[in-house]
């Protein structure tokens, strides 16, 4: 078992399944989520809005969905609970690994516009609610 076999580093560190990231303009896009379902690397305790990870979302040349022979249980995982599907993760993290590509300037441009217009949407919901507190 991956969180096992390397303890708490893989279930912040290690890719668990790759979430679509749908925004207009970016083709075949996807962020890569820890088995706590936060980008990879974050320890974060609050609620992650995935399209607000530009800089961890990875780019592939087609949608990689369905190539059933990289995923275990659902579509997008790399593994469950099942040690089977920890036996091959390694290589199967590998072919996908050669299927990225570098997004273009204006795929990067436009996630990072949408996570700016979504962070500025969230501070005003929570400044409108703050208001309606002391009201």
């Not at 659902?74 to 040690?83: E, R, S, V």
């Not at 590509?101 to 990067?108: G, K, Q, T």
């Not at 996570?115 to 309606?132: C, F, H």
Request: charge should be neutral.
């Amino acid at each position: 078992m991956i969180d096992r076999l390397y303890g708490p580093f893989a279930r912040i560190h290690f890719p668990y399944c790759f979430m679509p990231i749908d925004v207009e303009g970016l083709r075949h896009c996807y962020l890569p989520v820890s088995r706590n379902y936060k980008p990879i690397g974050s320890a974060d305790s609050e609620f992650a809005i995935y399209e607000e990870y530009p800089e961890h979302f990875v780019y592939f040349w087609r949608d990689i969905a369905p190539l059933t022979a990289l995923w275990r249980g659902n579509p997008l995982w790399l593994y469950n609970d099942g040690p089977a599907s920890r036996e091959d993760y390694f290589e199967r993290l590998a072919r996908i690994e050669q299927m990225m590509r570098e997004p273009s300037r204006r795929e990067l441009e436009r996630a990072r516009q949408n996570a700016e217009a979504s962070k500025l949407s969230r501070a005003q919901e929570r400044a409108a609610a703050r208001s309606k507190l002391s009201a």
